[in-house]
Structures are given as C-alpha cells and as structure tokens.
C-alpha cells in the first residue's frame, strides 16, 4: 500500500480512495480505514439504468466512491451497458429491468433514462424495494412525479432527485452564504443560460435547461420562500414546434423575484447567476473556474427626504468584492455519496423527491402561461408532508 492510497479488499470489491482526493463525509471514512476500526458504512450495492449520455457518468461515479459498489448496468440496447463499463469486471450487465430487480443483493437503483420513461421504471423498483436516485427531470409531468413522490414515501422508499448543481461546490457555498443571512433579504434570482445548444426534438428550451436553475434556485432560498406564480415568454425562430428561446418570471412567496433567460441560439455561451440581497449581492460566473463566486458587499439604499415627502434620497454603497477560493469536487461524487449517505442513514437525502417535484410543478406552470400568451399563473401548492 502506498502512503497516498488505500486498498480495503476484504469481499473482492476492491477500493481505492487517494489521499487529497476526498470530500469530509469521505474524510471520516478515510480516517476510519486508517485505524483499526471497521468502515463506518457498508458499500451501497447499486444498480444503474440507463447508460446512453449521462449514464456513464454516473457509473463512473458509483465505480469509484467507497460509500458504492456497482453491480449492474442495465439497458434496452446492451451494447451501450457494456459499452459503459471496463472490460474486466464482475459488474453485469443486461437489456432486462426485472433480472436487475429480481437479485436481492442489489439495495438501489440509479435510473438515468428519458424523463418519459421514468415513472414505470421507478413503480418497479419500488415494487421490488430498492431505494432510487432519478435524474432530472423527476417525471414528465407533475402527476407523474407527485406519482412517484407519494408511492415511495408510502413504501418507505429513499427517493431522490439528481440536481447536479446542487452539489456544485459554487451553489453550496451560495446556499451557506444566504442561509447565515450575510446577504440580507433576498431580493432576487437572475440566470442567464444560454448557449448553441442541442436543438432537443422531445422537449422545449423549459424543460431542457430550466430544471437546473429552478433547483438551484428552490436549493438556496431562505427556508420557507416558494415559487408561487410564473408567467413565461418564448419563441421558436426555426419552426422546431417548441420554444428554443425562452424567459421565465417568477414570483417569490417573500415578494422577491427569478428570472431565468434560456437560450439554445446564442452565439456565446454563458451561465451566470446575480443573486440580490438587501445587504449584500452575489455573482456566480459557472465559466469562470479561478472566480466562480463573487460576493459583493455593495447596494442602493433610499431614504425619504421628511421634506419633500415624494423625494428618495438615494445612496450608492459600493464596497469590497470577496472572491472565496474552495477546493472543488466532481459534483455528480457528492450526488452518489448523499445518496448512499441519505439512505444508510434513514433520512431524507438534499434533493428528495419532494424537491424534483417542485421543480415539475414550475415547469408545468411555465406550459400553461405560454398557453395563456405569457399570463401570470400560480404555481400549485406543494404535496402536504
Ligand atoms: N444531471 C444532469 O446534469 C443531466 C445531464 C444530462 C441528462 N440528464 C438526464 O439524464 C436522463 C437521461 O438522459 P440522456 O441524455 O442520457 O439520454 P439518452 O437518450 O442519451 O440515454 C438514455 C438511455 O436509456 C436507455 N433506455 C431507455 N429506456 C430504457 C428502459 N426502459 N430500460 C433500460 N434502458 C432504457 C436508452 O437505450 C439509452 O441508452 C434524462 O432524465 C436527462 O434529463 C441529466
């Protein structure tokens, strides 16, 4: 063994973790196998389905964690299964949910597969008791997903949501930096996300793109604030039947605002957040890796002239820019490891069903306002816990 590494190789599963390279949940479990002490989890044994685009990344992601052990790859074409793993394995693969589900070795199932089919996958799963990560979108449709949502719940099911971003060591940070109230009241939400984007024949810009935003959005506001009306703007210049330009509006239940501008014709790409604080305001450039967040402690701040009644006074405050710096790690890692992490430990993993569900209940709002020529529509209220 090298001093940077570690090989636990006790059942033939074999671990390699290197030193420098681990996150604080793996660093317990780093200090744990530097002692004498037995791990303080046993690997999650895991199945993925689904191993077209994304897939591969997370079966890369479960082969490496320690908290994971991979055991098979399902999908309906079985050369992108074996496609996605190394050629010397005992990971299976095969094209059949059922044989995946019928091994009462494997506790959960990644399922990595078009939104549409989501929800059959996921009732079959939780009929065989597996616990479930499902990649975003929830569903394809809110009753889907409030489907999903309820019959999980009910089979004491761990379902949660992969919301990448919300691992991103950025939209922690973010989350943090709100949650202590540095930043005051939160005022507002302004996304720009736009790029040359696949023109996506299933789905519009909305469900493409804004998934991500509105659930880094629903990540980081105070406890409590909700998205509660939306009204939406779009347009399709190339006649593909669906918008492939879109802005979106929402209103926040502490009268603050979002907006998300998404765009799959822009000749530049850009993926950049504003967020408003009464205090203090915050940048965050994803494409700018030596200064993704920017906390500006700067504002406008207005007093009324007692004698000129109908006169703000208004006063700029612009001071210091803090750029934190943070070590960054693969954020689909953290997503696999709050999934083990969430169900060893009988709780609700960060992005739980309940969170892909608020994301579905937007978007579907978003349909009906472009339905309604952009009208202001309420976003309905969320499942009762
Ligand atoms: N978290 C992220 O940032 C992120 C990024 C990209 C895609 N996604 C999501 O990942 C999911 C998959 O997207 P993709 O781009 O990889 O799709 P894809 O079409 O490239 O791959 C889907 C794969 O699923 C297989 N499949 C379909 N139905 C199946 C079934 N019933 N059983 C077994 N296999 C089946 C297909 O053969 C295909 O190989 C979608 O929900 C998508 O939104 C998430």
């Known amino acids: 063994m090298t001093a940077g590494s570690i090989t636990p190789a006790s059942d033939g599963n074999t671990k390699v973790l290197s030193v420098g390279e681990h996150t604080e949940g793996e660093a317990t479990i780093l200090a744990a196998l530097l002692s004498t002490e037995p791990l303080p989890m046993e690997a999650m044994r895991i199945a993925v389905v689904g191993a077209g685009y994304w897939g591969p990344n997370l079966i890369r992601n479960f082969r490496t964690s320690p908290l994971t052990d991979l055991r098979w790859v ?4 079985r050369d992108r299964a074996q496609a996605a793993i190394p050629a010397q394995t005992d990971i299976r693969i095969t094209d059949s949910l059922a044989e995946m589900l019928a091994d009462e070795t494997v ?44 019959a999980a719940e009910a089979a004491g099911i761990t379902i949660m949501a992969d919301h990448t971003f919300c691992y991103t060591e950025s939209v922690r940070r973010i989350r943090d930096i709100i949650a202590s109230g540095e930043i005051g009241d ?4 302004d996304s720009v996300r736009i790029n040359l984007g696949l023109i996506q024949s299933e789905v519009d810009v909305f469900w493409d793109l804004a998934p991500h935003d509105l659930s880094i959005l629903d990540f980081i506001v105070p406890e409590g604030v909700r998205i509660e009306t939306v009204a939406a703007q779009a347009s399709d210049p190339l006649g593909v039947g669906h918008a492939c330009v879109g802005y979106l509006f929402a209103g926040l239940s502490n009268g603050g605002t979002a907006h998300a501008h998404l765009n799959w014709l822009s000749p530049t790409k850009i993926r950049r957040v504003i967020i408003g604080g009464s205090r203090k305001m915050l940048v965050w450039d994803d494409l700018h890796p030596a200064q993704r967040v920017t906390i500006y402690d700067s504002g406008i701040e207005l007093t009324s002239d007692p004698s000129e009644r109908a006169r703000l006074l208004v006063s700029y405050r612009v001071g210091d820019m803090l750029a934190p710096a943070f070590r960054e790690v693969e954020a689909l890692r953290r997503v696999v490891d709050e999934f083990a992490m969430s169900v060893r430990e009988g709780r609700p993993p960060l992005t739980d069903g309940r969170a892909g569900l608020r994301v579905l209940e937007v978007l579907e709002a978003v349909g009906t306002s472009l339905g309604s020529d952009g009208a202001r529509v309420p976003v309905s209220l969320p499942v009762p816990e």
Do not use: M, N, W
């Open 107 to 150: 506790e959960a199932v990644a399922v990595a597969t078009p939104p549409g089919t989501h929800q059959d996958i996921v009732f079959e799963c939780i009929a065989a008791g597996k616990h479930i990560l499902v990649e975003k979108p929830l569903a394809s449709t809110v009753s889907e997903g409030r489907a999903i949502v309820e």
């Open 74 to 77: 399902v999908d309906l074409e």
């Open 186 to 189: 939160f005022l507002y939400f």
